[in-house]
């Protein structure tokens, strides 16, 4: 092991290498320490701060959306009010129960890998692929509804369906009514049918860059429990199991925003 | 040797409960008339659960002042885009044309 280069390529090579003995620098260290650390901990630390830096990115990736998001609803709010209240509000609720349970659930599996338990690691983290699972399972359900009642943006779109539905076909009259509430409804249903489409577009937009960084994220963790499964980790090695964790809560976050923004515009009245 | 913290299970399990407590609150409060505060108590709440998320599940509680200071900087990076922009769209109206460019 005088070259160091051979030496830096067996660092990177599969466990069961005796990294003790075969270690250049004449001590035994942890097998997963890399070399340009000094320590375990210095090593966690760069990866922690590296991992923050990454969803820094992704929060502006986010942050953009939800100022579009902003705008829109600033300049036609009535069509945001109007096309919120048609998305069904208990779905919404149970896929934010899910997600947060799943935050639980990954948690924990950080907490096991932490603490030496393989064993629970590993369930820890296929309960949370399961609930992420179930979580996109709900999303085609609602996205499906969708489809079905000519919510996509795009030449098929229709809104105003139910509004003229209660009306009892009223939709021809200059004034729609606006006996709910007092809500005075001052968009007439072509600007509605317009400017519905503007909320639709972010609703698939956000939803579902969500859900493609749902569906990443679970590859990740089929890929992280294998590897607890065959003990790569131990408490002072468990640097995947954390960083997935960290992109999985960040995942979380987005949804905890995402679900009072589309689904609890205006549901008074 | 190793300084990583364990946050006990009791821990996990009470910010668990606090997050499904919020969420139920943020509806229930959204069926309430509050004017133009409905929006404000809706994005409050969820500003306290993902901050709860943030120090709790990620750690951040317990992590090193620079990780601390990165997390605040998305934020700041995310209120600049947001805040600036708005202030460009809230303020268009303002703008009088000079005549030579009409």
Redesign the interface.
Known sequence: MSNPIAHAAAGHGPAGHDFATADGHGHGHHPALQHHFST??QQ??AG??GM??F??TE??FF??L??TY??YR?WYYEAFAAASKSIT?SWG?IN??VL??S??T???GV?AA??NQRKATVNWLLATIFLGTLFLGIKVIEYADKFEHHHVPGPHFVFASEHEGAEGGAAEHAAPAAAEGGHVMTMGPDELQRTTQLFFSLYFTMTGLHALHMIVGIVILFIVAWMAHKGRFD??YFAPVEMT??YW??V??VW??L???LY?V???? | ????H??P?ST??S??AA??VL?AL??GV?????GSF?PVV??G??VV??SL??L???HVKY??R??KL??V???F??AI??FE??MD?ATRGWQTIPPMLK
Not at chain 1, 266 to 269: D, I, L, P, S
Not at chain 2, 30 to 34: D, E, R, T, V
């Open positions: 375990m901990d966690r630390e922690v701060l923050w830096v969803l820094l929060v502006l942050g953009g939800f100022l902003t705008i600033t509000i609720l934010t129960a947060i349970g935050s639980l990954m948690a924990l907490r932490q603490t408490s002072e964790g960290l809560h960040f979380d976050i905890i925003f679900f009072p923004l609890l205006e549901r008074h009245n | 040797m190793s300084s990583v364990v946050s299970l996990y399990l910010i668990f997050l499904m969420t943020t509806v959204a069926f309430i008339n509050l409905n809706a994005l709440i969820a659960k993902a998320v943030i709790f599940f990620m992590s090193s620079l990780t990165t997390v900087l998305s934020l990076f995310v885009l947001i922009t708005l769209y």
